[in-house]
């Protein structure tokens, strides 16, 4: 097995990267000033193509996130030179060169652009109120702007929309670029221009310590295999500098990056089968039953009638094909071409704008109208996904229509023409579907993993160190489901040892060994199955204690490794903020702090983290949720007096939290957090307020019981 790491080296300077996959290729662009190009074969092995702009396109200015789009034989790039508007520009090659065809249309920054199934085509962008689209009536008009609802705290840009099963996946990506906190969020929507909701786990890529940090701006491609998607992504260096990443990603009922990674992890992986028609870079296998053909420039062009079988046999039952095909010589005159799978063909017409699936004896199975002109003389790529007896057909990455068609292992595909030359491009299939590309991925720690409900699971794991690792198994009702989780790998059975639960969570501490782990889980017989894993490091700290004198106005700040799941945490001060929009608090299940701005603003960054705060405000106690926002959980109004001091507890068993305040021993606050943050350190926040000195004491508690199903949920 082969692997790769991030960051991946270039030798250049990457930022704001974007990938597209064009005839089995990828090409990369980037912020340079000559938009200059690199090619892969696998997204991981990279090669300079060299400038795609002239130094007089843009003079004295850098083209800020160019993205491209291929259409109907061309290419049209859409670039934002200095943050100051979009231009667009064309070429006839994926590597240029590219001439401007508009002057600057606006638009602010980070222009995307989306064609839908239909053919319609949409731009979106960035600006200070978050990410707005306008549908366009061609590759150069754009039509009047709409409001996405995609929106993040502390600048937002970097938009791109994908769409799988009928919903729009929009990621984007917000904060300053130099700042540790650059970050990337998700959402979805049912709409491609609005209605985008924030997916639950957002960010979805975010790292703030160590050295690798500042992640950000990205696309998202299909892998060589055309069932896993990738997102493309810098990371930023100490000189400023950022470098290219990738790390697979799911898209599903939520968004599910696995990553951010920097550490070796398994290739992409390639189709079972390619070719690109014209070299011995791969075992070629066809066979001509009718006609000749020969090469020209990248492909493989026919004389007229054909018939160019692969020998090599489809692997399964369910897989998908991909085709690049156009017509050589013009689109005038008689016949038909196209490509076929086992005993059906694609049949295409230069004469009609029609797809039309074909048995091989010629009856009529489905027809499909093309909603837009296609040009038979462009090259375009065929993709059938097909399983059981269903198959979906898609032009150049577009879905067109279904059609029953039983497919099976063992079936070839090909090429055919009545009349026109035909030239053929990379070709290739992989065996699978979506879902079992996605169990078949090794999944990097900390995770969480969906299950699927059943009593045997198995999951693939990269495990960067050997160590303890709490398991967290959360479903309906945990206590029919504590001690009954058993753990094998390769060599065994492994100790599961339960040390917490609440109603829904059973943790459980592991110990994996590094490297790729295959691991069965096998659960008891509770009639409730688990629903979803979470697997993080085991932390050992058990006490801290600080002293804080002189802290804020506007600040947070987090002790010790991650969090035991069952703890208490005490803070002590010694005078109160009586002022509005004044708190202070403890911040627990605390990561990737980070500031605002460049890394320097306080008061823009209060909310850059993940974790959860408990604060003691003018007249309240406030428990809040954060993900690089602020979302209030539950609060009550309480009268603090005049005190000479002032004491916050914290009580935390797994997803179960309860805050005390003075020496009341009953708590104001009970939360249950049935979508919990389980990983993180503890620390204080404070807003718009300085301690001149408090005191901070955390320490780790025995818990192995239910916790009362009482507590109030918000």
């Known amino acids: 097995m082969e692997f790769y790491c991030n960051p991946i080296n270039t030798s250049d300077d990457i930022p704001d990267p974007f990938v597209l996959r064009h005839n089995g290729k990828y090409y990369l662009y980037f912020t340079n000033p000559d938009i200059c190009c690199w090619s892969s074969d696998n997204l991981v092995e990279w090669r300079r193509e060299g400038p795609t702009i002239a130094e007089d396109v843009f003079p004295a200015q850098v083209p800020f996130a160019p993205e491209v789009v291929y259409w109907n034989g061309l290419f049209y790039m859409y670039t934002s030179p200095h943050g100051l508007g979009h231009y667009v520009l064309k070429s006839e090659n994926a590597t240029g060169p590219f001439h401007a065809v508009t002057g600057n249309v606006g638009h602010n920054i980070d222009g995307s652009v989306f064609i839908d199934d239909d053919g319609k085509w949409y731009f979106y962008w960035a600006n200070d109120s978050g990410i707005l689209g306008c549908e366009m009536k061609s590759p150069v008009e754009f039509g009047e702007p709409v409001h996405t609802g995609a929106f993040m705290e502390g600048w ?59 992640l950000g701006h990205s696309s998202t491609v299909y892998g060589p295999d055309m069932f896993t998607r990738y997102i493309v ?94 017509i050589k010589d013009g689109e005038d005159g008689e016949g038909s071409y196209g490509v076929e799978i086992g005993f059906y063909r694609v049949v295409m017409s230069p004469a009609s704008n029609r797809i039309r699936i074909l ?164 659960f008891g017989h509770g009639q409730e199955r688990p629903a979803v894993l979470f697997i993080h490091s085991r932390s050992s700290d058990a006490f801290v204690s600080e002293k ?86 539950l609060f009550k109004n309480i009268n603090l007096g005049n005190a000479s001091n002032y004491r916050l507890r914290l009580r935390v068993e797994v997803n179960d939290i309860c805050v005390y305040v003075g020496d009341n021993p009953e708590p104001v606050l009970e939360y249950h957090d049935s979508c919990p943050i389980l990983f993180g350190a503890t620390g204080i926040r404070i807003k718009n307020y300085r301690i001149t000195e408090a005191r901070f004491d955390k320490y780790s508690i025995e818990s192995n019981k239910t916790t009362a199903s009482s507590f109030y949920e918000f």
């Open 156 to 214: 937002t840009e970097g938009p791109l929309v994908v769409k799988e099963n009928g919903k729009y996946y929009m990621t984007f990506t917000g904060n300053h670029y130099l700042s540790k906190g650059y970050r990337i969020n998700a959402a979805i929507s049912d709409h491609p221009l609005t209605g985008y909701v924030d997916c639950v786990h957002n960010p979805v890529v975010i790292h703030t310590e160590g050295p690798f940090f500042g």
């Open 233 to 326: 992504y810098h990371n930023l260096n100490p000189d400023k500098t950022r470098n290219l990443n990738i790390d697979a990603i799911i898209l599903d009922e939520d968004v599910r990056v696995l990553g951010p990674t920097n550490y070796p992890q398994p290739s992409p992986k390639s189709a079972d089968f390619f070719d690109n028609m014209i070299s011995g870079n791969h075992p070629k296998s066809w066979e001509l039953l009718k006609g000749s053909c020969t090469v020209c420039g990248n492909f493989l062009v026919s004389s007229g009638n054909l018939h160019y079988v692969c020998e090599n046999p489809l692997y399964s039952d369910s897989g998908v094909v991909e085709f690049n095909l156009f």
């Open 359 to 522: 048995q091989t004896d010629g009856l009529l199975l489905n027809e499909y109208v093309i909603p837009y002109p296609y040009q038979h003389n462009a090259l375009h790529a065929l993709q059938i996904r097909y399983s059981t007896e269903e198959a979906s057909l898609y032009v150049d990455g577009r879905k067109t229509t279904e059609c029953k068609m039983l497919i099976r292992s063992g079936d070839r595909i090909g090429y055919f023409s009545e009349g026109p030359k035909v030239a053929m491009g990379y070709t290739a299939f992989s065996a699978g579907n979506m879902q079992t590309a996605a169990a078949g991925l090794f999944v990097p720690l900390p995770c969480t993993v969906p299950l699927s409900g059943r009593k045997n699971e198995k999951i693939r794991l990269n495990v960067a160190e050997s160590g303890e690792y709490i398991v967290a198994i959360a479903c309906k009702e945990a206590n029919q489901a504590q001690n009954l989780l058993t753990v094998e790998l390769d060599e065994g059975q492994v100790g599961c040892k339960p040390i917490a639960m609440s109603r829904d969570i059973v943790l459980y501490v592991v110990r994996l060994p590094q490297g790729l782990q295959e691991v069965s889980l096998t």
């Open 548 to 633: 804080i004198t002189d802290f804020g106005p506007y600040d947070k700040r987090c002790w010790g490794g991650t969090d035991c799941p069952c703890f208490e945490a005490v803070l002590e001060l010694d005078d109160f903020p009586k002022i509005e929009n004044s708190s202070v608090g403890i911040l627990f299940r605390g990561s990737e702090l980070a500031d605002g701005g460049e890394g320097d603003d306080k008061k823009l960054g209060i909310n850059f983290f993940i974790g959860y705060c408990v604060s003691l405000e003018n007249g309240r106690v406030v428990l809040t949720k954060h993900r690089y926002n602020e979302k209030e959980l």
